[in-house]
């Protein structure tokens, strides 16, 4: 069967969950998840236990993703109630900030406008700032970071509403980014009955007109991030379903699979998974990564092999076209079709302090 060689992907929304969340994922099995699915970049996101809110903490992170990662880290920091006048000074070392103004797993959000003002006026327009704003709330984000002249990316955008709001300010001309995860270019609300807690994520699940709103304004979407959220069986199983699904080794097989049926190019998908994101955050260059890929032959994804520690995925039964033969980084195989190769400390640590 032919393959096809594509670049390293880079995911700009993981969910590592290092420190504190080791039962659901660590930097070892995530970015082993990360290369199995063709990513040799993530983006790791503050809501980490405890959260990655201060220059200490990030540094602390950066430390385990040294020792730990085997695809390339960079580490986000999270703006909080108590750290719109200091985090700003953390800048050069964290690869972007996150706000949560909308409430999801874990207790970081800015909840009020006055405080969102001065995160986004204190960070320095030189690296980006990422929002989860979902619905009414996206219009007053774009409207902050449109008067204190900073760019803005907007993490998962899930609902018509959500990206026509992105196109109509791009449109107006104003420096706004955006990622699409594949779970919500996938599944919609309908899918909720048969995966139950397994379908639980912020934001939710939405409509198939929300669904095919994404697919007809994809020349708008600048990235395909997974925002892999792992939690382990038995917590999606409780009383307390906490939001979130996996998602580093189902993308290029998700994807591909679009690619096969004719809804996207090779060349678009390309732009979604590694230049776009890497102009966007602006990462060095992986030079010789790369990722062998087979697209036509259909098999059914499954929860068996995964490498990810929660060991399950919202995709399993799905049918697709499309898999990840091998990926190289930096000339070296680190995943080849069946093994993960690299070992824990091999990856790279952006912008950490040397
Ligand atoms: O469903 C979600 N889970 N959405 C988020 O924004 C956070 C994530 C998590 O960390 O579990
Ligand atoms: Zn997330």
Redesign the pocket.
């Given at each position: 069967m032919p393959t096809l060689t594509i670049p390293g992907l880079i995911d700009v929304?993981v969910?590592l969950r290092q420190p504190g969340g080791e039962h659901k994922e660590d930097y070892a099995s995530g970015t082993a998840a990360a290369l199995a699915g063709g990513v040799t970049c993530v983006l790791d996101?503050p809501n980490t236990t405890p959260p990655t809110t201060t220059a200490e903490r990030l540094e602390a992170k950066q430390g385990l993703a040294r020792t730990n990662a085997r695809c390339d880290v960079g580490v986000f920091v999270g703006a909080s109630i108590d750290n719109a006048d200091e985090i700003a000074a953390a800048a050069p070392h964290a690869c972007a900030l996150k706000i949560y103004v909308n409430s999801?797993f874990g207790p970081l959000r800015v909840d009020n406008w006055e405080l969102l003002d001065r995160h986004v006026a204190n960070w320095p327009a030189t690296k980006m700032i990422v929002a989860?704003a979902e619905g009414d709330v996206l219009d007053r984000v774009l409207e902050i970071a449109q008067r204190h002249a900073k760019p803005i990316h907007i993490?998962?955008v899930a609902t018509r509403q959500e990206i026509e709001m992105i196109v109509a300010a791009k449109e107006r001309g104003q420096r706004v980014t955006c990622e699409v995860t594949p779970h919500h270019l996938v599944l919609t609300r309908d899918d909720l009955p048969r995966l139950g807690p397994f379908g639980d994520v912020r934001p939710r699940l939405a409509g198939p007109d929300d669904r095919a709103a994404l697919w007809q304004h994809l020349d708008y979407v600048d990235c395909i991030a997974t925002?892999h959220?792992p939690h382990s069986i038995d917590e999606k199983h409780s009383d307390n379903v906490p939001p979130g699904l996996p998602g580093l080794e189902t993308t290029l097989p998700l994807m591909l699979t679009a690619v096969d049926e004719g809804r996207l190019t090779l060349e678009r998908l390309i732009a979604l998974t590694r230049t776009n994101p890497e102009r966007i955050f602006n990462l060095p260059p992986q030079p010789d990564t790369t990722v062998e890929v087979e697209i036509g032959p259909r098999y059914r994804l499954s929860n068996h092999g995964l490498q990810t520690k929660c060991g399950w995925t919202p995709f399993a039964e799905l049918e697709v076209a499309g898999r990840v033969v091998k990926t190289v980084l930096r000339g070296r195989t680190v995943f080849d079709g069946e093994r993960v190769l690299a070992e824990p400390g091999s990856g790279r640590v952006l912008f950490a302090a040397e």
């Open positions: 929304h969910h996101m999801t989860h993490a998962h925002d959220a």
